[in-house]
Protein backbone atom coordinates (compact mmCIF):
# COMPACT_ATOMS: atom_id res chain seq x y z
CA UNK A 1 0.00 0.00 0.00
CA UNK A 2 1.46 3.31 -1.27
CA UNK A 3 2.11 5.81 1.48
CA UNK A 4 -0.10 8.90 1.91
CA UNK A 5 1.12 12.15 0.59
CA UNK A 6 1.84 15.18 2.64
CA UNK A 7 0.02 18.42 1.83
CA UNK A 8 3.33 19.43 0.15
CA UNK A 9 3.21 16.90 -1.82
CA UNK A 10 -0.04 17.12 -2.81
CA UNK A 11 0.45 20.67 -3.63
CA UNK A 12 3.00 20.17 -5.86
CA UNK A 13 1.32 17.52 -7.74
CA UNK A 14 -1.68 20.09 -8.37
CA UNK A 15 -0.04 22.59 -9.37
CA UNK A 16 1.32 20.31 -12.01
CA UNK A 17 -1.68 19.30 -13.02
CA UNK A 18 -2.86 22.86 -13.33
CA UNK A 19 0.04 23.64 -15.39
CA UNK A 20 -0.68 20.61 -17.94
CA UNK A 21 -3.92 22.19 -19.30
CA UNK A 22 -6.20 24.27 -18.22
CA UNK A 23 -8.45 23.12 -14.92
CA UNK A 24 -11.62 24.60 -13.62
CA UNK A 25 -12.42 24.46 -9.78
CA UNK A 26 -14.74 22.14 -10.31
CA UNK A 27 -12.02 19.71 -11.89
CA UNK A 28 -9.18 20.38 -9.00
CA UNK A 29 -11.89 19.58 -6.43
CA UNK A 30 -13.00 16.37 -8.14
CA UNK A 31 -9.36 15.69 -8.13
CA UNK A 32 -8.29 16.45 -4.48
CA UNK A 33 -10.69 14.27 -3.28
CA UNK A 34 -8.40 11.52 -4.40
CA UNK A 35 -6.31 12.43 -1.87
CA UNK A 36 -5.90 10.98 1.56
CA UNK A 37 -6.13 15.16 3.06
CA UNK A 38 -8.43 16.72 5.97
CA UNK A 39 -10.92 19.04 4.36
CA UNK A 40 -9.13 21.84 5.84
CA UNK A 41 -5.55 21.03 3.77
CA UNK A 42 -7.74 20.22 0.35
CA UNK A 43 -9.59 23.81 1.12
CA UNK A 44 -6.01 25.68 1.69
CA UNK A 45 -4.52 23.38 -1.00
CA UNK A 46 -7.12 24.90 -3.74
CA UNK A 47 -7.32 28.37 -2.17
CA UNK A 48 -3.25 28.42 -2.87
CA UNK A 49 -3.77 27.41 -6.56
CA UNK A 50 -6.66 29.65 -7.25
CA UNK A 51 -4.94 32.88 -5.45
CA UNK A 52 -1.49 32.11 -7.98
CA UNK A 53 -3.56 31.79 -10.80
CA UNK A 54 -2.95 28.08 -11.15
CA UNK A 55 -6.67 27.83 -11.67
CA UNK A 56 -9.21 30.30 -13.27
CA UNK A 57 -12.54 29.82 -14.20
CA UNK A 58 -12.51 32.43 -16.65
CA UNK A 59 -9.51 31.05 -18.39
CA UNK A 60 -10.58 27.43 -18.43
CA UNK A 61 -14.21 28.78 -19.85
CA UNK A 62 -11.74 30.58 -23.00
CA UNK A 63 -9.79 27.88 -23.43
CA UNK A 64 -12.47 25.31 -23.58
CA UNK A 65 -14.79 27.28 -25.84
CA UNK A 66 -11.72 27.67 -28.41
CA UNK A 67 -10.76 24.55 -28.38
CA UNK A 68 -14.07 22.53 -28.36
CA UNK A 69 -14.87 24.77 -31.58
CA UNK A 70 -12.14 24.37 -32.75
CA UNK A 71 -10.77 20.98 -32.54
CA UNK A 72 -14.30 19.33 -31.52
CA UNK A 73 -16.64 21.08 -33.99
CA UNK A 74 -19.30 22.02 -31.60
CA UNK A 75 -21.72 24.45 -31.50
CA UNK A 76 -22.60 27.11 -28.84
CA UNK A 77 -25.57 24.98 -27.45
CA UNK A 78 -23.23 22.00 -26.38
CA UNK A 79 -20.39 24.40 -25.12
CA UNK A 80 -22.68 26.40 -22.86
CA UNK A 81 -24.21 22.84 -21.22
CA UNK A 82 -20.92 21.46 -20.63
CA UNK A 83 -19.40 24.44 -18.63
CA UNK A 84 -22.50 25.04 -16.81
CA UNK A 85 -21.60 20.75 -15.79
CA UNK A 86 -18.29 21.91 -14.28
CA UNK A 87 -20.23 24.72 -12.55
CA UNK A 88 -19.05 27.60 -14.43
CA UNK A 89 -21.05 30.82 -13.53
CA UNK A 90 -23.33 32.15 -16.44
CA UNK A 91 -21.55 35.53 -16.69
CA UNK A 92 -18.72 33.60 -17.22
CA UNK A 93 -19.81 31.55 -19.82
CA UNK A 94 -21.54 34.13 -21.53
CA UNK A 95 -18.40 36.15 -21.72
CA UNK A 96 -16.56 33.27 -22.58
CA UNK A 97 -18.98 32.16 -25.79
CA UNK A 98 -18.74 36.15 -26.31
CA UNK A 99 -14.86 35.66 -27.84
CA UNK A 100 -15.45 33.23 -30.87
CA UNK A 101 -14.98 34.46 -34.47
CA UNK A 102 -19.00 33.98 -35.95
CA UNK A 103 -17.44 33.74 -39.49
CA UNK A 104 -14.54 31.06 -38.45
CA UNK A 105 -17.64 29.37 -36.18
CA UNK A 106 -19.99 29.52 -39.30
CA UNK A 107 -17.16 27.93 -41.46
CA UNK A 108 -16.80 25.72 -38.71
CA UNK A 109 -20.57 24.54 -38.99
CA UNK A 110 -20.47 23.97 -43.48
CA UNK A 111 -17.24 21.87 -42.46
CA UNK A 112 -18.65 19.51 -40.01
CA UNK A 113 -21.88 19.30 -42.37
CA UNK A 114 -20.01 18.81 -45.55
CA UNK A 115 -18.22 16.20 -43.44
CA UNK A 116 -21.34 14.27 -42.45
CA UNK A 117 -23.01 14.86 -45.86
CA UNK A 118 -20.48 12.66 -47.36
CA UNK A 119 -21.61 9.71 -45.26
CA UNK A 120 -25.32 10.22 -45.05
CA UNK A 121 -28.12 8.09 -46.97
CA UNK A 122 -31.08 9.13 -48.09
CA UNK A 123 -34.11 8.59 -50.85
CA UNK A 124 -34.28 12.70 -51.12
CA UNK A 125 -32.88 16.12 -50.61
CA UNK A 126 -35.43 16.93 -47.81
CA UNK A 127 -34.37 13.64 -45.71
CA UNK A 128 -30.51 14.36 -46.73
CA UNK A 129 -30.95 17.81 -45.34
CA UNK A 130 -33.19 16.69 -42.11
CA UNK A 131 -30.12 14.74 -41.09
CA UNK A 132 -28.08 16.56 -41.74
CA UNK A 133 -29.67 19.45 -39.46
CA UNK A 134 -29.91 17.12 -36.86
CA UNK A 135 -26.88 16.01 -36.98
CA UNK A 136 -25.78 19.59 -36.30
CA UNK A 137 -27.99 20.28 -33.66
CA UNK A 138 -26.70 17.52 -31.90
CA UNK A 139 -23.20 18.97 -31.98
CA UNK A 140 -24.54 22.01 -30.37
CA UNK A 141 -25.49 24.22 -33.06
CA UNK A 142 -28.17 26.60 -33.22
CA UNK A 143 -31.23 25.38 -35.41
CA UNK A 144 -31.44 28.76 -37.11
CA UNK A 145 -27.70 28.61 -38.54
CA UNK A 146 -28.01 25.17 -39.56
CA UNK A 147 -30.99 25.92 -41.79
CA UNK A 148 -29.57 28.89 -42.87
CA UNK A 149 -26.36 27.43 -44.02
CA UNK A 150 -27.99 24.21 -45.45
CA UNK A 151 -30.59 26.07 -47.49
CA UNK A 152 -27.65 27.94 -48.89
CA UNK A 153 -26.29 24.49 -49.95
CA UNK A 154 -23.31 22.96 -48.87
Not at 47 to 68: E, M, P
Not at 87 to 100: C, N, V
Amino acid sequence: MAKPLSPDQVLDKMAKYCAYQERCVKDVTEKLKTFELTQKEKDEILDYLIDNRFVNNTRFAQAFVKGKINQSGWGLNKIRFHLMQKGIDKEIIDGALQTYDEEAYRQRLIDVLKIKAKTVKAENDFERNRKLAAYAMQKGFEAHLVWEVIKEGL
